[in-house]
């Protein structure tokens, strides 16, 4: 038995059948009639006739001679008029239906191509738009086909019509109307064929809601049924709310949004422009955005913009290759002074390892590790040329040559398949007859060089837990100038004073022990010994244990960090945790207040009654008096969280306003806040912190567009706000379930970084910021020598403030305008918050009324070895794990120079540390044996590094 076809195919089949019925019938009449007659016809003549007649065209060179076989083609043309176009309609009807749901993957093509299916409660244009990008951006799913599966119809929406009608989408993307609960339909898609389906969450359905529970509960009931008709298929799930995601743990791969949205709102309190550095690295892109421009600093940023992560094996890399069996700040810092790329975490090849970022010099390079890297595009697109061409050569060489006299190296982009990396050809030295094509370091070391001391120390290619011996093989060129200026680089911040007179004694480390939700990771955060009262979590309202009512009677050493949000969600533990990880000193905590307008339920009470200097309030931001009892004349950051409640269901880009309006009235009220708002969606950040008659903002907006129409993914990439890190898109995170097809490690990466997963042996992020005294490194690349060297942290960008002059904008009369808002206005803002502070009894001094001076501030990833470091510069680093099992090697320099600094023997501290410590030579390498049992520069009494 043949299988039952389709509905279409069996109209088809009807009008065949009734077409050839009509026909035969017709020969066989005519033919047989005809034998009466005195034309006789045969069978070819006879079909010749009834072709012609049917077609209308009637040449006459055959005809019937008699009255029998003329009314027989009579009563056949009424019958083929009668039948064939109900046919005809029946089957138009079934097209137009098909159409319309979509039809069926063929499955001839489900066997010899490959497909991925989107499944999706509404398909939205720009949400579609974003994912074809970045699924297409790979060169190896350019074969691939997308079969969008959803209810929706699709002819209510005109601009998805428009976008599979684009040729560059129609031969590619395949759209079926249906229901993933349906197993006919999922046969449709041929499911069981698929090589991934992605089950994307709904952000605002067709009236405009935004019932994210609903949402989740649909993406479940969508993922358990494909988990039951196709088993084998993977499936990569999108989901709101953390608590759900343990109902879809057999799938590959879970994005769950209130994760990561709150870890970044965290880490951009501590880590300004975090969240524009995740999203760049999350996005493809060719670094050409920006290229066009005028101005150095869109050109920088948008070059830089292109880095994205990589793997590779090390014994298949020509970047890492060379580096086996050494350090891996040795194997990190050396690829980026040589090809440019920053080499930022491993993976052993072991049973259940784990991704670390930076593992520190511990690790020892293996030809099996997996390699993590950020570059402008992967190794394997990567042509490699040993010289650059001779004028831009020879120019560059003599300016290197004039400042420090060091190699460097640089990275050119050529084209968008090609990237041709320029590796000039490093400094040689002559050793007796031998040279060696090497980056080369100062000099040998010997007993004089170890008393003085060097600008920058040599990074370590091998280190041994006893003694630390370094096989020296490349440096940079000393600098006698610079001897007393490297311990300026960082302030120490081994002292752990005490936040407040009473609560110093009561933190400890430790994982919290009342999650929210199941499958949270354990993280170790700065815990209290007891669970605090719930009483004493209220920050307005006095109890038994504690009669403050406001922000400023705690008397906080560390500013504020407010977040404001509609209710407390369990999403807002991950936004915790980060702000509480035990890799921050006890003396830097900020206190959390959560300003919330619906009560907290108990459970959520309970959980953050283990955090210390974390306290609530029920209130509203577009309320002052709610707003200065917060303490927001004493905040750091302000975080606002996107409303999930909309007041405009004909229009979804209008489901920020309430939270743009908001913020722009903080924004006037109190114009020194720093504001960090999330929005859902990313078209509307042009309208954050807005200025009318800004003549630089729209002078962005026309960049903008400009942008957009070169096709490029991150147009909006130059609004000040987002380049700032002050505002994001909770959309911009679905690229990261998109990229996770090809980078199955990118999620797990992600994770990592913002602090939402620990693993023994992994980094973290953090920064450390460029003062007056650190200006003496000159460059990037020195900056990088010098962390691989001392504090063992690898840097991974810069976060670069630059104020708004005449000189970034060319002329006066262009771009450079700010409007100066009147003084009647300036002073009404004013007397008006000075009144209700005074109303609620707090003291005016904490007031600012003054603006801001007008900056431009941006991110830089990867960047060049010989970019000038600047003044105020934040540094993004990768700090190595303080899980580690075994601590790390290396001194840190900045507690070595306190050290020093105490024995107050400038002549003879060098003479007695050479004689307390062992210098010998071994096999022509010299070996310092740095035996130290002070606790407090190593509690496992073995330390050591040559500076």
């Known amino acids: 038995m043949m299988r039952s076809q389709s509905a279409l195919a069996q109209q088809l089949t009807i009008l065949v059948a009734t077409l050839i019925c009509i026909v035969f019938t017709g020969v066989c009449g005519v033919q047989h009639l005809q034998r009466a007659g005195n034309a006789h016809m045969d069978l070819f003549e006879s079909l010749w006739y009834v072709i012609v007649t049917f077609s209308t065209v009637g040449y006459g060179d055959v005809v019937p001679d008699i009255w029998p076989s003329r009314l027989f083609m009579i009563f056949t043309i009424v019958a083929a008029l009668m039948l064939l176009p109900v046919q005809f309609e029946k089957l138009a009807y079934t097209w137009t239906e098909r159409q319309k749901s979509g039809g069926t993957y063929s499955s001839h093509r489900a066997q010899t191509e490959k497909h991925v299916i989107v499944c999706a409660t509404a398909l939205q244009a720009e949400a579609i738009i974003d994912f074809l990008n970045e699924f297409y951006a790979h060169p190896k799913l350019q074969d691939y086909f997308v079969v969008l599966l959803s209810p929706c119809d699709i002819q209510m929406d005109p601009n998805m019509k428009l976008l599979l009608q684009v040729p560059l989408w129609a031969q590619r993307v395949i759209y079926i109307q249906g229901s993933a609960l349906k197993d006919s339909d999922l046969s449709r898609c041929r499911m069981q064929d698929a090589e991934a389906c992605f089950i994307l969450a709904a952000r605002n359905d067709r009236n405009g809601d935004t019932d994210k529970i609903a949402a989740d509960e649909h993406t479940i009931m969508r993922s358990w049924a494909v988990k039951d008709f196709a088993p084998h298929c993977p499936q990569y799930v999108q989901l709101f709310r953390p608590e759900n995601k343990f109902h879809v743990q057999f799938a590959e791969h879970i994005v769950c949004e209130d994760e990561f949205k709150y870890a970044l709102l965290a880490n951009n309190c501590l880590v300004p422009g975090t969240s524009t550095l995740v999203t760049l690295l999350l996005h493809t892109s060719r670094g050409q955005e920006g290229q066009n421009s005028r101005e150095e600093w869109q050109k920088l940023y948008g070059r830089h913009s292109g880095n994205e992560i990589y793997h590779i094996r090390l014994c298949e890399s020509r970047f890492f290759g060379e580096y086996a069996g050494k350090s891996f700040t040795y194997a990190s810092f050396h690829a980026h002074r040589k090809y440019g790329v920053s080499l930022v975490a491993i993976q052993s090849d072991m049973d259940n390892s784990q991704i670390q970022l930076n593992p520190g010099p511990r690790h020892i390079m293996k030809k099996s590790d997996l390699c993590f890297y950020m570059s402008i595009t992967k190794e394997e697109n990567s042509t490699f040329s040993m010289e650059a061409p001779v004028d831009e050569f020879d120019l560059r060489m003599d300016k290197m040559r004039a400042e420090d006299g060091t190699s460097r190296v640089a990275n050119m ?44 120390a ?13 096989h020296f093989e490349s440096d940079e060129e000393d600098d006698p100038g610079e001897d007393n200026n490297d311990e300026n680089l960082l302030n120490d911040q081994a002292n752990e004073d005490c936040l407040t007179s009473d609560s110093c004694e009561e933190f400890l480390k430790g994982f919290p022990p009342s999650p929210p939700y199941i499958g949270t990771s354990p993280t170790l955060c700065h815990i209290t010994r007891h669970c605090r009262p719930t009483c004493c979590l209220q920050l307005n309202k006095a109890c038994e244990h504690c009669r403050h009512r406001y922000a400023k009677e705690y008397q906080w050493k560390n500013p504020v960090i407010i977040i404001c949000a509609d209710y407390a969600s369990n999403g807002l533990y991950n936004f915790i945790v980060p702000l509480r990880s035990h890799a921050r000193p006890k003396n830097t905590l900020n206190p959390i207040i959560i300003l919330v307008e619906i009560e907290p339920d108990t459970r959520f009470l309970e959980t953050i009654s283990y955090f210390p200097m974390v306290y609530w309030m029920k209130g509203d931001i577009t309320k002052l008096d709610d707003l200065l009892r917060a303490g927001i004349t004493l905040a750091e950051n302000i975080v606002i969280v996107n409303r999930e409640s909309s007041n405009s269901k004909e229009d979804e880009y209008l489901a920020d306003c ?46 903008e567009k400009k942008e957009k129409e070169r096709g490029s993914q991150l147009s909006y990439m130059f609004r000040l706000p987002f380049a700032a890190g002050h505002v994001f898109s909770a959309s911009m995170l679905d690229t990261l379930l998109y990229q996770a097809f090809v980078k199955d490690y990118l999620i797990t990466f992600v994770r990592l970084l913002l602090g939402i997963d620990q693993a023994v042996g992994s980094g973290h992020l953090g920064c450390i910021k460029i003062n007056k005294e650190d200006l003496w490194i000159r460059t990037f690349g020195r900056l990088y020598q010098k962390l691989c060297s001392t504090t063992c942290e690898i840097p991974i960008g810069i976060y670069r403030t630059q104020s708004r002059s005449i000189s970034d904008t060319g002329s006066s009369n262009t771009l450079c305008g700010l409007p100066e808002p009147t003084v009647t206005d300036h002073n009404e803002i004013s007397s008006l918050v000075k009144c209700r502070m005074c109303t609620l009894g707090l003291s005016v001094n904490d007031y600012e009324s003054s603006e801001k001076q007008p900056y431009i501030s941006f991110v830089i990833i990867n960047p060049s070895y010989d970019l000038k470091l600047e003044y105020g510069d934040i540094i993004y680093l990768i700090q190595p794990s303080s899980l580690s099992p075994k601590a790390s090697p290396l001194l840190d320099e900045r507690k070595m ?48 590094t040559i500076v």
């Open 658 to 703: 309430n939270t743009i309006v908001a913020v722009q009235t903080i924004f006037r009220l109190f114009p020194n806040a720093n504001i960090i708002t999330e929005l859902s969606q990313s078209s509307n950040m042009r309208f954050m912190q807005f200025r009318p008659n800004d003549r630089y903002a729209l002078a962005l907006s026309k960049l």
């Open 458 to 470: 040599p990074v370590p290619a091998v280190m041994e837990a006893n003694g630390i011996q370094i």
């Open 413 to 456: 982009v050529a084209g968008a398949g090609t990237v041709a990396l320029e590796l000039q050809h490093a400094r040689t030295r002559k050793l007796g007859r031998c040279s060696s094509n090497t980056l080369d370091v100062p000099r040998t070391l010997s007993i004089k060089s170890i008393h003085r001391r060097p600008s920058i």
């Open 897 to 944: 120079s306190l050290k020093l600094e105490k024995r107050q023997k400038p002549l003879g501290a060098d003479e007695e540390l050479l004689d307390k410590h062992a210098t010998y030579q071994k096999d022509g390498h010299i070996v310092v044996n740095l035996s130290c049992h002070d606790e407090e520069i190593n509690g496992a009494g073995v330390s050591g």
